[in-house]
């Protein structure tokens, strides 16, 4: 199971990943910047982490875990707008 987090905090943006990385829970800096200049879903359209630095199963490729993090973070900001 993975999960994406957004937050707009008085600090900037967040964005964190969980049960998607081969290290555990990490930070989408990328994303947290671009959101910092555009708080919508396509701001972080075209981002995604390496899937090399992904998890693979027989749940899932690391491309595809790769490209959930996209498109939860995606939701998740839509969500809260």
Request: glycine share 8%; no cysteine.
């Amino acid at each position: 199971m993975a999960g994406v987090f957004v937050a707009k905090t008085s600090a900037g943006a967040r964005v964190a990943v969980t049960g998607a990385g081969q290290d555990g829970v990490f930070r989408m800096q990328d994303m947290e910047k671009a959101l910092d200049s555009n708080w919508s879903a396509d701001a972080v359209a075209g981002m995604a982490p390496s899937a090399d630095d992904m998890l693979s199963d027989i749940h899932g490729t690391a491309a595809y875990r790769a490209n959930l993090v996209t498109v939860m973070a995606k939701r998740a900001v839509a969500a809260s707008s």
